[in-house]
């Protein structure tokens, strides 16, 4: 492997471990390319001279789309296993070769059933990539850019949702699927390469080899103290977690503290998961056109990704100063305000009058950019599971709605949960500036 390079570093250095995470989060490059695909493929999928056998009913558009949300449940446990056992670096190879697969048989098949299989091999990687890869990026990252790191995974999926959007709007169904097919592979050929996350190694007893992978990430020598003390500290680390008796469920509802930190994440979850901005993402070319905007929908779709790489970096810069929970509120908030917006423009142009075609695209724009800047939240285990089953019943609910009662009922009724979501942020306890115990005092008190 390539930290067991014999050759000394001269000088301390961060490239490596920026390489190692860009590396990582291709996974999420790629995962970002597969949630964009349906938006501006639906179109060619729904036209007369369709790459399959005949053109695809809204129903069998509904069923693809949501397909990788509800395939994604079962993927969180398995790749947790996997990186337990096997280690982070085959859980992120075991991430990305279903990945490529699902591009060769969208490549090949004719028919709707190949197109859900192919969605399904998507689907299952996208649930181990929101655990394993900012696992694996704290774990080989120094103190001082850790953060940094981790915010590439939002960054690469938003990059890879505005390469979809664009390259999906000008090139050929089968050019795109030939371009994007090579990122997965290339990530498998990389990762066989990369070195292993120190703190798995140091959990196997590799303690030797571990100090070997910080020392060629760092650029540093093997005997330098700093790599010896943070040797030690995962090993005592390992041997605290293990000495930790096992939590049940039940365990965690009997805690007043945990279970109110537990129901408040359940409750911003649903809400998160069900606000709407997925089903804007999935399907945002047929929304625009059906919005009344005239003037490339296609096009007009590459400012939602733009928006929200902006809302994330907004979120960023402004977390530690104003809090998490004013953020999350005024995030819900605007979410409301862009939704209701939308929903009445819809209703509006079913009435037979006319909108200005930059109304709804500004609509969507705000809620957008409001979903990258508070609303996304992120936890593991069973809390991520429930999010990706929340996501399919959103795509679903949608689809359905929209079919049967108009997109303005659907818009309505997302902007209603975000309304709901302004209050529940405003139950959660602030945790800017506040110790794990500060915390836990504050929800015993509630």
């Not at 279903?98 to 004719?110: D, E, G, Y």
């Not at 049940?248 to 409750?267: Q, T, V």
């Not at 999350?328 to 509006?348: D, E, G, R």
């Not at 142009?349 to 006319?354: E, K, M, N, V, W």
């Amino acid at each position: 492997m390539l930290f067991k390079s014999t050759k000394l570093q001269a000088k301390e250095h961060t490239y490596v471990q920026w390489m190692v995470a860009i590396l990582a989060n291709t996974t999420l490059l790629t995962y970002g390319l597969q949630s964009g695909w349906i938006s501006p493929m639906t179109k060619v999928l729904q036209a007369d001279v369709s790459p399959l056998d005949s053109p695809l009913s809204d129903t069998e558009i509904s069923w693809i789309a949501s397909t990788m949300c509800l395939s994604a449940v079962f993927g969180v446990s398995m790749y947790a296993f996997i990186a337990d056992t096997y280690g982070r670096r085959v859980g992120i190879i075991a991430i990305a070769i279903p990945q490529a697969l699902c591009w060769i048989l969208k490549l090949f098949t004719t028919s709707t059933t190949g197109l859900i299989i192919a969605r399904i091999c998507c689907g299952i990687p996208a649930g181990g990539c929101f655990n394993l890869i900012p696992m694996y990026v704290k774990e080989i990252s120094q103190d001082n850019i850790r953060g940094l790191l981790g915010s590439l995974m939002i960054l690469m999926q938003n990059i890879g949702i505005l390469t979809m959007y664009a390259m999906g709007s000008y090139l050929e169904y089968h050019t795109v699927l030939w371009i994007v097919l090579g990122i997965p592979i290339l990530t498998v050929v990389l990762m066989l390469k990369a070195p292993e996350s120190p703190a798995y190694l140091v959990k196997v007893g590799k303690t030797d080899e571990a100090a070997a992978t910080i020392a060629f990430l760092r650029g540093l020598d093997v005997d330098d103290k700093s790599i010896q003390n943070e040797i030690s500290y995962m090993s005592n680390d390992d041997l605290y977690y293990k000495s930790l008796p096992k939590i049940s469920y039940l365990s965690i509802l009997k805690n007043k503290p945990w279970r109110h930190a537990f129901l408040l994440s359940i409750a911003m979850i649903s809400v998160g998961s069900i606000n709407g901005n997925f089903a804007i993402l999935t399907y945002a070319s047929t929304i625009l056109a059906s919005s009344g905007v005239t003037f490339s929908p296609e096009l007009q779709t590459l400012s939602f990704p733009a928006v929200m790489i902006l809302g994330s970096f907004i979120s960023m810069c402004c977390v530690e100063k104003v809090g998490r929970r004013i953020i999350l509120a005024v995030a819900h908030m605007v979410t409301v305000l862009a939704l209701v917006c939308l929903a009445s423009t819809q209703l509006v142009l079913d009435q037979g009058t006319h909108v200005p075609g930059w109304l709804p695209v500004l609509a969507i724009v705000m809620s957008l950019c409001a979903y990258s800047a508070g609303i996304r939240a992120k936890a593991l285990g069973f809390i991520v599971t429930y999010a990706w089953l929340m996501s399919f019943v959103q795509l679903s609910l949608f689809a359905w709605a929209r079919s049967a009662l108009g997109a303005q009922a659907a818009f309505y009724g997302f902007a209603a949960v975000n309304l709901l979501g302004v209050m529940v942020a405003w139950c959660l306890p602030e945790t800017r500036g506040k110790t794990v115990d500060e915390i836990e005092v504050e929800l015993r008190k509630k």
